[in-house]
């Protein structure tokens, strides 16, 4: 029985440490289009992507609170098609905290600008949960892949 559980064991960490071999050696398809700090109580920022994120195309996109605490609003997608999306993600983001992935409505447009509408919160509330009053938002695009017929 013994020998049994330690050929199992052997097997299971063998397997693990395979799938992290594969995994490793691919780079993220997640590209960072764009980082917006929030220092005021309200604010709506329109961030224009650099000429590298808007020549490509994304069909998921997500939000990262790098650091702070701030409460999402809303926040709209301008393409170069001239359509425009509202992002379903909202409310309050932590430090560290990521939001689901958002799948894009029109993918094969490329994205123009990005407006944030977000409420930072105050002074008081932070300093009793310990976190600092600047509030770092990420915005993170998944590439989309070519697709190849062989």
């Known amino acids: ?15 693990v440490n395979s799938c992290s071999v594969l995994t490793a050696n691919k780079p993220s398809p997640w590209v960072k289009l764009t980082t917006q700090t929030a220092n005021f109580h309200i604010a709506n920022d329109n ?23 701030v409460n999402i609003k809303k926040i709209k997608i301008h393409y170069d098609n001239g359509e425009f999306q509202l992002f379903r993600t909202k409310g309050l983001m932590t430090q560290n905290s990521t939001s689901p992935p958002e799948l894009l409505d029109y993918p094969d ?3 123009t600008a990005i407006e944030i509408n977000f409420h930072r919160l105050g002074n008081k509330q932070l300093s009793i949960a310990d976190i600092t009053s600047k509030a770092v938002i990420e915005v993170w695009g998944k590439e ?7």
């Open 1 to 15: 029985m013994k020998t049994l559980c330690r050929c199992f064991m052997l097997v299971l960490l063998l397997s």
């Open 109 to 111: 447009s490329k994205i």
């Open 47 to 69: 961030v224009i992507l650099d000429k590298t994120s808007s020549k490509k195309f994304y069909n998921h996109l997500r939000l990262t609170c790098a650091q702070g605490a």
């Open 144 to 150: 989309q892949q070519p697709i190849i017929f062989s």
